[in-house]
Structure formats: structure tokens, C-alpha cells
């Protein structure tokens, strides 16, 4: 089986900087040896997250998630494992290497799926060259040859099982088809020939859609004349989910190393005809409004975006919603803008009518989100009378507490005040009555339980374990003997510790954050993480090895101490097996020893 040796992911979490790392896509404030932030993963007004360059390891005291760099990655920037790990490697410089060859497991599941979209692409391509209709409407709304080969455009033909039959020669290619959701099952069982299935695309210009890495995940489908519905998305598959997926992004990015901002639009054909056109950084979410994942991802490649909208009433409709959207998304370095078309246009048809030039000059036009948001609140206030202003305020109340903390919010409050008629500051206190007169809100710590606190507390296993986390090089100093005294122990938890030291002892780890790492997704990870959180007074590593080995010795002693009391009882009951004695004896032996030594 391929996969990625430890020693590298070891390696990349000692050579990573998780502060450096998070910084970039939360803004953080240094506090004492840490640094925190209002959380990215839940909502909130005072920061309760919090990066420590000790641990190498985020915290958030209010939603409670947590991690290494590579869980961070996996979870804010949505990257499956070997990606989050691919990431961090490109970052430092460093190439992946793959035990075994070839790509992950996982990966090499979905390969064949990959494959096979590839496949079908090629074949609605193919087959868009032998219908004339088909070709015929994409030259018609003024597409070029060019442009339909770049974006693999091509025709899904007008029957219920071709693709079926080019693709579905057995159990396994079905069951495929159907897990690329090109094909589906009938809901009143089989026809008489046995056939379960249909294709789902039919008679429609088919739009790839690919990802990050140009693999084709996933297709749009058009009618060509009329009918419902114009649109036909894939439904959502192992390799494909709508909320993050971009239709164009991969072409945008191909065309533009340095990307510096996107144009969000609505359509596959304004898309393409965009990029035709030379405004070749034009995305288009796929019937989906935008998402709080979309706007991760886009502000990840880019600090600029506009969302060009229809003039109509359903596209300020989907104007506003993005708006909400992007509310929480909005701070200092980051732009967002609105771009509103004349109505009866869409993206599509406009820059096809005015050329890219004119299409551009109005884009540099386009409404920051300040200026929509305080336009759309105004329109339904009138701000002439004090009872306008009042509404206006109070409607624009929920829309502020969605802006996270930062100068951004401090020049929307300004602007918001200013239309209101009153000082910043009097507006929030009339938002948030009493709030001036609050000590500035400081994030508590959550007290660890009660007798678990202290370096000495809690059960003789969950000692070892917080010392081994805090120091996992000190799983060497363990000797093979102190060891094995722990496979005879019952207590609690005392599986988990034989596992850590175990593992550390067969691949030495150093950092806290490369034991957490080796741990995630397996049983026990959540304890583990939970010790890691709370503030222990352990002050170096031979302190803390020493203390390890006695609660070994400790742990051994008590298991020791059991056998014993069930080997007198047995003995009492009847007699002891053949080598129960002798173990009887070598058991006396050792506590004996211990009690004469005190210990
Ligand atoms: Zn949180």
C-alpha cells in the first residue's frame, strides 16, 4: 500500500510553522508565548482560538476545534490528508515521498472513478463533432472552435442508454457510472431486458467540470433549444460537491500564475465566453449560491473579487444573498465588490456585445460591499427623516455583528454612522447597550476538571500519557522490562498508553504536535488532544522522565499487586496450576522488594 512515511509527516510538522501558517489565513494577535483569534470555524466577537508555536498546535475554547498544521489545513482550507500534506511539503520546498510508489490509498480508490470521467468527457466530445445542432448553437452564441476544444465543451446524444452502452459493460463499470452520477437507476425496477439503468444526461451541451488539478469531476448540462430544466448539474459524488467547486477555476488559474482577483458570475456559458473574450479570470459557482467554502478558497488564491450579477430582480436577490455571505468574510486586505449588469444582459451576452474593454472599465466600477450593503439599506429607509435613519440603523444592526473584529469593521462602522447621523461610537452603544462601560472581554481558559489539575494529579496512566505528550523523546529512556511491567495492568486508559509507547518507541517523535499527528483519526485521539489543552506544570524533559518511569513502576506494581491476590485466593480455593507457583513466588519477590525499599 502507498502511503506517506512517517518520518516525513514528523519531519514536515518540526520544519512547518504553524503561526506562519495560520497567520495567512487568520489574522492573529500575539498573546504572551501564544497567539489567538476569533475562530474561523465557528462565529464569534472576542477571540477564543488560540496557536501555540510551543506545542505547535491550535485550540478554540469555544467550538472546541483543534489540531497540528496539517488538521488546520485539512479543515479550514477543506484538503484531504495527502493534500493538506502535499501542501505544507510545496510550501517548504520538499517533495512527498510515497512508500510503496504511486499515490495514497485512498487516492488510488477514486483513481478508476477519475479515469472514467476523463473517459465520458472524451466521448461527449466526440460527440459533439458528429451533431451539426449542437455544434451549430455553441457557434451561434459566438463561440469559437478554440474555446469549445479548451474547455473539452461537448454533446451528451439524445438517447437513454448510449453512454450506458459504451460504458456499462459489466457490474463494476455500472456501479461506476452510477458513482460519477452519469447514470441512474430506475425507480419502478428493471425493463424486461434487465436493465436497472438510464443515462442521465440527454440531448445537452456538456460542460466539464474540473478540479484544482484539471481532473474532470463532475458535468453541467444545457438543453439546446427549450425545455426544462436549462440546466442539469451532476449530482454530488465522491469527487464532487458544488458548495467548493468552481466551474473555471482550474482554466483561470492556468491562464494566470499570478492571479490577483476572480469575477464570480453565475453561468457555464458566461464563463466560457468571459474567457474567450480575455476577462480570463471570470468563475462561476455551479447553481449553488456562494458559500462560506467558496469564499475560503477564493480568498486563498486571491485578495480581490467581484460577483457580477444580472440587473434583474432575481439577480439582486442573488446579489444580496451573496452579500450575507460574504459579511463575515470581509476584512482589511481583502476586496469585495458588486458588479451589477443592465438589465436583459448577462455577463455572456454583454461582453460579447461591447468587447472586453468596456466590459472591464465597467468592472472597475463595480460597488465595494460598504457602499451595496449601506445603498441596499437605504433604499428601503428613508434616510431624510429621523425615523428612516432609526430603521436604517436597525437593519444594518445584524448585518455589522456578522464583520469580524478588525479595522475593516471599524471603517464600516464609521460609514454606517455616518449615514445615520451619529458618532461611531454612540451608534454601537446604541447597538450594544452597556457594552462601553464592559471590561474589554479576555478570553478565560477553561479551568481543567477539578483534581485534574497540577502535574501530579489524575490516574497514574493519564500521568504517563501527558508526560509522553509533552515530551515524546522520552518514550527512549523506557526500558524494555519497564515496558512489559504495563502489559499486565487493567486500568483505564492503560491501552492507550502501551500504543503511544510503543509507537514512539519503535519511531522516535519530539514534538508534541508529531504524536497528536500520528493520532489522528485513531481511537484515543480526542483524550489526547484534551491533555494537550490543559496547562500542565511539567518543567523539563528529564523531570518529566522520571516521572514517567515511576508511573510505570507504579502501574506495574498494582497490576503486580492483583495477580498476586488472585493467585493467594486460587491457592486457598484449591491449589495453583503447574508455574503458578513459581510465578507466585517471583510476584512476592517483587513487591518484597519494593515495601523493603519503601517504595
Ligand atoms: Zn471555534
Redesign the pocket.
Known amino acids: 500500500m502507498a502511503r506517506i512515511p512517517q518520518h516525513f509527516i514528523d519531519e514536515l510538522i518540526a520544519r512547518a510553522d504553524i503561526v506562519e501558517v495560520i497567520g495567512a489565513r487568520v489574522q492573529l494577535k500575539k498573546a504572551g508565548r501564544e497567539y489567538k483569534a476569533c475562530?474561523p470555524?465557528?462565529n464569534?466577537k472576542t477571540p477564543?482560538?488560540w496557536v501555540s508555536p510551543d506545542k505547535q498546535f491550535y485550540h478554540?475554547f469555544?467550538?472546541?476545534?483543534h489540531g497540528t498544521v496539517i488538521g488546520f489545513l485539512m479543515d479550514y482550507d477543506h484538503l484531504a490528508f495527502p493534500e493538506a500534506v502535499e501542501e505544507l511539503a510545496t510550501r517548504l520546498g520538499l517533495e512527498v515521498p510515497h512508500e510503496g510508489g504511486g499515490e495514497s490509498a485512498a487516492r488510488r480508490g477514486d483513481e478508476p472513478l477519475y479515469t472514467l470521467m476523463a473517459q465520458v468527457a472524451r466521448f461527449y466530445s466526440e460527440n459533439l463533432l458528429r451533431e451539426a445542432r449542437a455544434r451549430d448553437y455553441l457557434l451561434g452564441r459566438g463561440l469559437t472552435v478554440e474555446t469549445i476544444e479548451r474547455f473539452g465543451l461537448g454533446y451528451a446524444p439524445n438517447s437513454w442508454n448510449e453512454l450506458l452502452r459504451h460504458f456499462g459493460g459489466g457490474d463494476t463499470e455500472r456501479k461506476r457510472l452510477a458513482d460519477g452520477g452519469l447514470i441512474i437507476e430506475r425507480e419502478r425496477g428493471p425493463l424486461r431486458d434487465g436493465e436497472r439503468y438510464y443515462d442521465r444526461f440527454r440531448d445537452r451541451i456538456m460542460f466539464p467540470i474540473r478540479d484544482a488539478r484539471g481532473r474532470v469531476i463532475a458535468f453541467g448540462g444545457r438543453i439546446i433549444a427549450t425545455g426544462e430544466p436549462k440546466y442539469l448539474n451532476s449530482p454530488e459524488t465522491v469527487l464532487f460537491h458544488k458548495g467548493r467547486e468552481l466551474y473555471g477555476l482550474w482554466e483561470t488559474r492556468r491562464a494566470h500564475p499570478n492571479l490577483r482577483q476572480l469575477l464570480i458570475v453565475e453561468g457555464y456559458m458566461d464563463t466560457v465566453r468571459l474567457h474567450q473574450s480575455g476577462v480570463d479570470y471570470a468563475v462561476a459557482t455551479l447553481g449553488t449560491a456562494t458559500t462560506a467554502e467558496h469564499f475560503r478558497r477564493i480568498f486563498r488564491l486571491v485578495p480581490a473579487v467581484t460577483f457580477a450579477f444580472d440587473g434583474d430582480r432575481a439577480g439582486r436577490a442573488a446579489a444580496w444573498r451573496a452579500l450575507l455571505q460574504a459579511l463575515p468574510e470581509a476584512r482589511e486586505g481583502r476586496e469585495i465588490r458588486f458588479l451589477f449588469l443592465p438589465e436583459g444582459h448577462d455577463p455572456d451576452t454583454l461582453v460579447g456585445a461591447e468587447g472586453r474593454t468596456a466590459f472591464e472599465e465597467r468592472l472597475k466600477s463595480a460597488v465595494p460591499l460598504s457602499e451595496y450593503l449601506v445603498r441596499e439599506l437605504s433604499e428601503q429607509s428613508e434616510l431624510g427623516h429621523a425615523d428612516g435613519r432609526a430603521r436604517f440603523a436597525e437593519s444594518a444592526r445584524p448585518l455589522f455583528a456578522k464583520v469580524p473584529e478588525g479595522v475593516y469593521r471599524e471603517l464600516l462602522l464609521e460609514r454606517l454612522a455616518q449615514v445615520v447621523g451619529l458618532a461611531p461610537q454612540r451608534l454601537e452603544e446604541l447597538w450594544n447597550p452597556g457594552r462601553a462601560a464592559m471590561v474589554p472581554a479576555t478570553p478565560v481558559r477553561r479551568a481543567a476538571p477539578r483534581g485534574g489539575a497540577g502535574a501530579g494529579r489524575g490516574s497514574l496512566v493519564r500521568q504517563a500519557i501527558v508526560r509522553l505528550l509533552h515530551y515524546p523523546g522520552i518514550a527512549g529512556e523506557v526500558s524494555a522490562t519497564e515496558r512489559a511491567g504495563l502489559d499486565a495492568s487493567e486500568e483505564p486508559g492503560v491501552e492507550l498508553l502501551r500504543e503511544i509507547l510503543d509507537n514512539l518507541r519503535e519511531q522516535p517523535a519530539e514534538l508534541p504536535a508529531q504524536l497528536i499527528q500520528r493520532w489522528a483519526g485513531r481511537e484515543g485521539n480526542d483524550s489526547l488532544q484534551k491533555l494537550l489543552e490543559r496547562e500542565e506544570v511539567i518543567t523539563d524533559a528529564p523531570q518529566a522522565a522520571g516521572e514517567l518511569r515511576a508511573a510505570l513502576v507504579k502501574l506495574a506494581d498494582q497490576a503486580a499487586g492483583r495477580r498476586l491476590e488472585a493467585l493467594e485466593a486460587k491457592s486457598r480455593a484449591g491449589g495453583l496450576a503447574p508455574g503458578e507457583f513459581e510465578e507466585f513466588q517471583r510476584l512476592i519477590n517483587r513487591l518484597g522488594h519494593r515495601e523493603a525499599r519503601g517504595g
Open positions: 475562530c470555524f465557528h464569534e477564543s482560538f478554540c469555544g467550538c472546541g476545534k
